[in-house]
């Protein structure tokens, strides 16, 4: 399955809840947050207010030990160690930040299952104090998209990802997300491409608008076992017609694509 590269959002998608949001509301700051929402960019935000959680006491052992009890469905991380095992090339495109992001997959024993984390940098200053700085520095140069946020186009990201695994060979894109930032990217999906979003989350309401401008195909999904059931279920589609491509056609399809996938786990049934 080294041709099939699963691009997963992190937030809501991965983890159940919105990352940010956790860390300010379980250490007791929403109300600021929310006082300083209308002011700035939420990226901007976010770094502001981790500089208020260090102003009053707020280490990063804090921090850290919030992240460690994020929620999260529990088929997802089966969901990631199969497709890990099957040879998918998991890859994370986030506007949350990586020190949330690496610190939440290191607790869970999971770092290892992605090649790639594209995401908003941040890193801890020498006063003990987390830095979040935007993906795309905006105060140089705009992005020029006018579907994304000002830090982050994730339908760019998308489009260097593509570049990078052209150049490999044919390669077959899944990609997971649920927020209207995840909107940009099912636009720059090809037609051998998948589209995965959350259902009645905000890019499901995007897609629903007019579907045929996804060029991918679209398969939604609702919560951690549905994710887990579709993704599996792509995962088996594209891999037996990678098989079938090397079957001639005076042969019987179904004895030999039977006998080539007897190790991969079945295709799982999808709710409609």
Known sequence: MSGTVIVFD????IVDV?????????????DLFNQLLPTMPWNSLMDRMMMELHSNGKTIEDIE??????????????????????????????????????TILKHLGIRE?????????????????????PYHDFNKASHGCTLCPPNMCKGLIIDR???????????RMIYLGDGSG?????????ERDFMMPRKNFPVWDLICKDPLLVKAEIHGWSDGEELEQVLLHLINK???????????????????????LEDLPKALPVRP
């Open 18 to 30: 919105d990352s940010d949001n956790w860390v300010i509301d379980e250490l007791g700051f929403t």
């Open 182 to 190: 995840d909107y940009c990217p099912s636009l720059r999906l090809k």
């Open 238 to 260: 594209i891999s037996m017609e990678e098989n079938a491509q090397f079957i001639s056609s005076d042969c019987k399809l179904q004895t030999l694509s039977v006998s080539a």
């Open 113 to 133: 299952y992605f090649s790639e984390i594209n995401t908003n940098p941040g890193y801890v200053n020498e006063e003990g104090r987390l830095r979040i700085l």
């Open 10 to 13: 992190f937030d809501k998608t």
């Open 65 to 102: 030990e919030v992240l460690r009890r994020i929620p999260l469905h529990p088929r997802v991380i089966p969901a990631l160690q199969a497709a890990h095992a099957l040879g998918c090339d998991l890859r994370i495109v986030s506007d949350a930040n990586v020190f949330f992001i690496e």
């Open 161 to 171: 990802i593509q570049d990078s695994i052209s150049e490999e060979g044919k390669k």
